[in-house]
């Protein structure tokens, strides 16, 4: 039976914490030794970073702090991605931001990353952005031999469309576990791109970053965002006033689909009250009021 198949496993949390912003959380060592630990005793083992995040820095910051005690690697899933050439600093050569997927960067990036993440292996490598120029065989062939290699356990992609996604697993022997996409009930895209239908037809769990819609939900300065938030007053109301940001995981969680959120804090109150949030059971009426709202209009 392929991963895709079976419903029962899959190697990544419910939760995933996010990397992107680590370097502007300004916590010492032992601190962040001490936050992975409490994210990782709260179920939340998947850790979602990028070779880019923090110009090419969180991977080592993150690895600062669990050098200090080694024996937590076995208990988390190291997630990191790949692809995106940023202009930089580091790069003082490189004249525009691009993509690259040739076998030779893709096993340099991974390379780099264990280096960068002081582990043997990877748990999930994600292609961080489509490219419009891509060759799907060098890839799964790439894929293919960091398998062989022991070097990554499971591939999947990031901002990938349905047949970007189809397309590339058509050339793969194993199936890709993920398309990390942007889902909030702000951004509603995926559900009508077929994106999401396919993913949850497949039983492949799609990660949602931006879960909180970066501020858009509960700061709203759009009518969409002013409709949105409306609706989650309504629906913490009914709920006996639960905090919104719960009302927000809960309504991705819901999901027939098993969304991963990717929850991007540097603060155990906030992972601690959005894990919280998978004991919120919403109906599927409330669940559509939020989705309506979003839309502006009754669905079709």
């Known amino acids: 039976m392929s991963l895709s198949q079976n419903k ?8 995933a914490l996010g990397m992107w912003r680590l370097g502007y959380w300004n916590l010492p060592n ?27 820095e969180c ?9 200090l005690d080694p024996s937590i690697r076995h208990k988390m899933q190291l997630v990191t991605k790949c692809g995106i050439k940023l202009r930089s600093d580091k790069f003082p050569d490189r004249q525009v931001k691009y993509y690259d997927y040739s076998k030779k960067y ?23 952005r489509p490219s419009p120029f891509f060759d799907h065989a060098e890839v799964a062939e790439t894929f293919s031999q960091l398998k062989k290699d022991g070097k990554v356990k499971y591939f999947g992609v990031s901002n990938f ?49 931006s879960p909180l819609a970066g501020g858009s939900l509960l700061h709203p300065e759009t009518d969409k965002g002013k409709r949105v938030l409306n609706a989650i ?15 927000i995981f809960a309504w ?4 027939p689909s098993q969304i ?6 540097g603060k155990y109150e906030r992972l601690q009250s959005a894990v919280e949030s998978k004991n919120v059971k919403l109906s599927l009426e409330q669940w559509f009021k939020i989705y309506v709202a979003s839309l502006g209009d009754d669905v079709p």
């Open 59 to 67: 991977e080592e910051i993150f690895a600062r702090a669990i050098s």
């Open 233 to 247: 007053q309504e629906v913490s109301t009914e709920l006996g006033n639960i905090p919104f940001d719960q009302v």
């Open 161 to 209: 469309t349905l047949n970007q996604f189809k397309s590339l697993q058509e050339h793969c022997e194993e199936p890709l576990i993920t398309n990390q996409i942007e889902i909030s009930p702000y951004a509603l895209e995926h559900f009508e791109n077929e994106n999401i239908d396919y993913l949850t037809s497949a039983g492949i769990r799609p990660m949602a970053w």
């Open 8 to 15: 029962s496993y899959y190697p990544l949390s419910q939760f």
């Open 260 to 265: 991963i959120p990717v929850i991007g804090t």
């Open 30 to 56: 032992q601190e962040l030794l001490t936050y992975i630990k409490q994210a990782i005793d709260l179920g939340v083992t998947t850790m979602d970073h990028a070779d880019i995040y923090g110009n090419y």
């Open 252 to 255: 991705i969680l819901a999901h």
């Open 106 to 128: 893709i096993i340099n990036q991974v390379e780099t990353s264990l280096k960068n993440l002081k582990t043997d292996y990877i748990d999930a490598l994600l292609l961080h």
